[in-house]
Protein backbone atom coordinates (compact mmCIF):
# COMPACT_ATOMS: atom_id res chain seq x y z
CA UNK A 1 0.00 0.00 0.00
CA UNK A 2 1.47 3.64 -0.83
CA UNK A 3 0.69 5.03 2.67
CA UNK A 4 2.72 2.38 3.87
CA UNK A 5 5.35 3.64 1.61
CA UNK A 6 5.40 7.05 2.70
CA UNK A 7 5.62 6.04 6.64
CA UNK A 8 8.59 4.00 6.09
CA UNK A 9 9.93 6.41 3.91
CA UNK A 10 9.27 9.58 6.31
CA UNK A 11 10.83 7.47 9.20
CA UNK A 12 13.88 6.86 7.32
CA UNK A 13 14.26 10.61 6.63
CA UNK A 14 13.96 10.90 9.73
CA UNK A 15 16.97 8.47 11.06
CA UNK A 16 14.77 5.92 12.10
CA UNK A 17 16.05 2.39 11.51
CA UNK A 18 14.34 -0.77 9.82
CA UNK A 19 10.75 1.05 9.81
CA UNK A 20 7.67 -1.11 9.24
CA UNK A 21 4.96 1.17 7.37
CA UNK A 22 2.20 -0.58 8.29
CA UNK A 23 3.10 -0.56 12.47
CA UNK A 24 3.47 3.12 11.43
CA UNK A 25 0.31 3.64 10.15
CA UNK A 26 -1.53 2.01 12.47
CA UNK A 27 0.12 3.70 15.40
CA UNK A 28 -0.56 7.20 13.85
CA UNK A 29 -4.10 6.18 12.86
CA UNK A 30 -4.79 5.75 16.92
CA UNK A 31 -3.10 8.57 17.71
CA UNK A 32 -5.21 10.79 14.87
CA UNK A 33 -8.12 9.62 16.16
CA UNK A 34 -7.67 10.21 19.77
CA UNK A 35 -6.08 13.76 18.59
CA UNK A 36 -9.72 14.21 16.83
CA UNK A 37 -12.01 13.09 19.78
CA UNK A 38 -9.90 15.66 22.16
CA UNK A 39 -10.30 18.45 19.63
CA UNK A 40 -13.69 17.55 19.37
CA UNK A 41 -14.42 18.01 23.25
CA UNK A 42 -12.84 20.66 23.29
CA UNK A 43 -15.06 22.59 21.32
CA UNK A 44 -18.33 21.00 22.36
CA UNK A 45 -18.52 19.07 24.90
CA UNK A 46 -18.01 21.07 28.81
CA UNK A 47 -17.53 17.95 30.96
CA UNK A 48 -14.09 16.78 31.47
CA UNK A 49 -11.98 14.93 28.71
CA UNK A 50 -10.31 11.36 29.50
CA UNK A 51 -7.40 10.53 27.01
CA UNK A 52 -5.34 7.63 28.73
CA UNK A 53 -4.95 8.34 32.07
CA UNK A 54 -4.87 12.01 31.82
CA UNK A 55 -7.80 13.68 32.35
CA UNK A 56 -7.99 17.07 30.70
CA UNK A 57 -10.93 19.74 31.39
CA UNK A 58 -10.75 21.78 28.77
CA UNK A 59 -13.32 24.12 29.87
CA UNK A 60 -11.95 25.35 33.48
CA UNK A 61 -7.99 24.88 32.40
CA UNK A 62 -6.97 27.37 29.44
CA UNK A 63 -3.56 25.46 29.43
CA UNK A 64 -5.34 21.97 29.09
CA UNK A 65 -5.50 21.96 25.39
CA UNK A 66 -2.14 22.79 25.18
CA UNK A 67 -0.77 19.75 27.23
CA UNK A 68 -3.51 17.38 25.30
CA UNK A 69 -1.39 18.54 22.16
CA UNK A 70 1.65 18.19 23.98
CA UNK A 71 0.80 14.69 24.58
CA UNK A 72 -0.17 13.84 20.95
CA UNK A 73 2.64 15.08 19.47
CA UNK A 74 4.95 12.81 22.22
CA UNK A 75 2.78 10.01 20.86
CA UNK A 76 3.90 11.05 17.33
CA UNK A 77 7.34 11.37 18.14
CA UNK A 78 7.74 7.65 20.09
CA UNK A 79 6.34 6.52 16.74
CA UNK A 80 9.10 7.56 15.00
CA UNK A 81 11.78 6.79 17.43
CA UNK A 82 11.96 10.18 19.34
CA UNK A 83 11.71 12.51 16.45
CA UNK A 84 8.90 14.86 15.25
CA UNK A 85 8.68 15.98 11.51
CA UNK A 86 10.11 19.27 11.07
CA UNK A 87 6.87 21.44 10.93
CA UNK A 88 4.59 18.94 12.34
CA UNK A 89 1.52 20.00 14.97
CA UNK A 90 -1.43 19.13 16.10
CA UNK A 91 -4.74 20.27 14.27
CA UNK A 92 -7.22 22.46 16.75
CA UNK A 93 -9.83 22.83 14.65
CA UNK A 94 -11.82 19.61 15.06
CA UNK A 95 -13.47 19.42 11.12
CA UNK A 96 -10.30 17.82 9.51
CA UNK A 97 -7.07 15.56 10.05
CA UNK A 98 -5.35 16.34 13.36
CA UNK A 99 -1.74 15.19 12.99
CA UNK A 100 -0.02 17.76 10.05
CA UNK A 101 2.79 19.25 8.78
CA UNK A 102 2.79 22.79 7.93
CA UNK A 103 2.87 23.17 4.00
CA UNK A 104 6.74 24.57 3.71
CA UNK A 105 8.09 21.42 5.16
CA UNK A 106 5.24 19.11 3.03
CA UNK A 107 6.75 20.18 -0.05
CA UNK A 108 10.46 20.08 0.98
CA UNK A 109 9.51 16.48 1.54
CA UNK A 110 8.03 16.32 -1.65
CA UNK A 111 11.23 17.60 -2.89
CA UNK A 112 13.39 14.81 -0.99
CA UNK A 113 10.58 12.03 -2.63
CA UNK A 114 8.24 11.80 0.32
CA UNK A 115 4.76 12.66 -1.22
CA UNK A 116 2.54 12.96 1.82
CA UNK A 117 -1.23 13.05 1.12
CA UNK A 118 -2.46 16.42 1.89
CA UNK A 119 -5.51 18.43 2.42
CA UNK A 120 -6.87 21.32 1.00
CA UNK A 121 -5.03 24.30 2.81
CA UNK A 122 -1.61 22.15 1.41
CA UNK A 123 -0.45 20.55 4.67
CA UNK A 124 0.73 17.09 4.57
CA UNK A 125 -1.02 14.30 6.65
CA UNK A 126 0.52 11.84 8.56
CA UNK A 127 -2.81 10.02 8.67
CA UNK A 128 -5.57 10.26 6.54
CA UNK A 129 -8.17 8.09 5.05
CA UNK A 130 -7.05 5.05 3.48
CA UNK A 131 -9.38 3.79 0.54
CA UNK A 132 -9.44 1.35 -1.75
Given at each position: MAHYGRCEALARHLGCQDPDGKKISVALLKIER?????TEHACS??????????????HKDEDALDRFCGAVSDGVA????????RGFFVSRDPRGYALKINQAETEKLAAAGIQLAKDWGGYGLLSPEITG
Open positions: EACRGYPEPFVSGVETYNFRVFEGELP
